[in-house]
């Protein structure tokens, strides 16, 4: 008997009814030669330190170095205090009894990181000996599983992958258990007070932003603003330089030669440079950035989107959805046309697929170098039926970016025209000329803004033309926005660092902080234990995560490039790079930011004396 082990039963169950496998049994399907069971997600995890014989909270105890790591049962609570999970120890005993008989086993868990982790951390608690084989796949249609059946991969290519999600778990474990311990010890309240690998920096980076917005002081500053007339339409210049004081300002716009004070020719066209331009289309979505669109557009949180978006998966409508990848290759490419062709009768993008069906395909998100485990978020082409709004949003997210990421450019006409008059003005205004992949989702460019103009007239340098009013505009600087979910999860993309270019930040993902398939977890993380909240659209601090903040900020655990650091470094294990090294380098700093944490807890205040979370 050739058992398949799934990572839950629904996924159990498709790939079952897929081999025509229909007997049900408690804690499997069997049929056709086959077994099909499966874990609930993470059945097993490191175990709590008292295995270790680490008891109680205790400064004697840090930093817990374990000699080597055990693996427990999951655990939870009851009226009886902490026990392992029945319904997992009985689904274990399960797979192991099939285990044992198994002629074969084959892996069908997610095709991912923690996929890979959870079956193993399975196999090697059971003791299993017996080789296995991977099934890899990107979709959940018939058609990818038969095909992934056909090309099953033997399981020892996996061992490296394996590899980078154990140092994650052990990473994790170690910094999280002895920070927390050691602050928590430290400040001496009855508070659990939680730190982490990749969640301490998150809460620092939006910290410092709400602290830098709320402390923020306004600066006056001023510009002056011309009106010009070329036969009689009218378009608005700004002075090329900012002002402090409206005196400045003064002396530019008494300089001004306008219709008041008699001059008829008061401003003098000095250049006008209007060139066309192309614009790409987006790359295809992978789960952070359609995380984040969904945010912008629908105002769903990380989580929401993701949980919608692994629905639609095992629902067999888009393709994996826990990718870091934006890209495609040569293969699935070859397939898109027909892929559109399925999208004709769409009723929001039906007259853009079926313009899509005759045009060349834009090939920006065709590389299969950047593909990595799996390639970007594609619809499946099955169809789709009834579907609840939510579902509805994030799938049309889906087949409207696919749509535009294989457009035409937007093709625009962008100029800016420099009038002299006392001193210089400047006025810009774009003119598309076609929609291109805008004509998907018709939104507006966003280059257009902050526009003053909605248009501007043919002019030629050396003309001069009427001035007809002139002013003063007083502004204000303003503060960085503070985060939402949107920009936070762009944020973590690159630890932090600002790149507005897609393909740049694309490039730092490897340096980023957390993973796509983690991030909405780590935000949901913060709100659970209260150190952040939501407000409106924006996530603010709590005085609980901002005093937790004042302790931590000045320490690497803190730091959010020493975090993405050991996220790049956990892509270079994967690839074959020492486990000894990054081992050795997490327990050196679990000792030391260990005892920076019991000196530093010693300042914090909480003003809410029983704030307790998970560790």
Known sequence: MKVIIAEKPSVAREIAKVFGATTKREGYIEGKGY?????????????????????????QNLPMLPAKFKLSIRKVKTKDGIVEDPAVKKQLDIIKTLFDDASEIIVATDAGREGELIFRYIYYYLKCKKPFKR???????????????RNLKPGSD??????????????????GMNATQALSISAGTRSVLSLGRVQTPTLAMICARFLENKNFVPQPYFQVAIQVDKDGQL???????????????????DKVEDVATGFQQGGHILSV????????????????????????????????????????????????????????????????????????????????????????????????????????????????????????????????????????????????????SGSKFSASGTVIKSAGWRAVFNDPDDEKKDEENASLPKVVAGENLPVTNKAILEKQTKPKPLYNEASLLKALETAGKEIEDEELRYAMKES?????????????????????????????????????????????????????????????????????????????????????????????TINKPDVVAEK
């Open 35 to 59: 077994t099909f069971t499966w874990a609930f997600g993470h059945l097993l995890q490191l175990a709590p330190p008292q295995e270790y014989g680490y008891y109680g909270w205790s400064v």
């Open 135 to 149: 099934l890899w796949i990107s979709s959940q249609t018939d058609a990818a599983i038969k095909d992934g059946f």
């Open 158 to 175: 996996y061992d490296t992958l394996f590899n980078s999600a154990h140092c994650r778990s052990q990473s994790d474990w170690l910094v």
């Open 235 to 253: 378009f608005r210049a700004i002075s090329t330089q900012s002002f402090k004081t409206k005196d400045e300002a003064q002396l530019i716009l």
């Open 273 to 420: 440079d209007g060139k066309p331009r192309k614009e790409p289309p987006p790359l295809l979505h992978d789960l952070s950035s359609l995380q984040q669109e969904a945010n912008k557009r629908k105002g769903f949180t990380a989580d929401q989107t993701l949980s919608i978006l692994q629905n639609l998966y095992e629902s067999k409508l888009v393709t994996y959805p826990r990718t870091g990848s934006r890209y495609i290759g040569d293969d699935v490419f070859a397939g898109v046309p027909a892929l559109i062709a399925k999208f004709t009768d769409h009723p929001m993008f039906g007259k853009q697929a079926a313009a899509l069906g005759t045009a060349k395909l834009n090939k920006r998100s065709v590389n299969a170098k950047k593909v990595t485990d799996h390639h970007a978020i594609l619809p499946t082409g099955e169809a789709a039926g009834q579907m609840s709004p939510d579902k509805q949003a994030i799938y049309d997210l889906v087949v409207g970016r696919m749509l535009e990421a294989f457009h035409q450019d937007c093709l625009k006409d962008v100029t800016k025209i420099v009038v002299q």
């Open 512 to 604: 980023g902080l957390g993973t796509p398939a983690t991030r909405a977890a780590i935000i949901e993380t913060l709100i659970t234990r209260d150190y952040i909240k939501r407000e409106k659209k924006n996530l603010v601090p709590t005085e609980t995560g901002l005093s937790v903040y004042e302790v931590v900020k000045e320490h690497k655990i803190a730091q959010a490039e020493l975090t993405g650091n050991w996220e790049k470094r956990l892509e270079e294990i994967r690839s074959g790079a020492s486990v000894t090294a990054f081992q050795e380098e997490i327990k050196n700093y679990t000792c030391t930011i260990t005892q920076e944490l019991l000196k530093a807890g010693k300042r914090l």
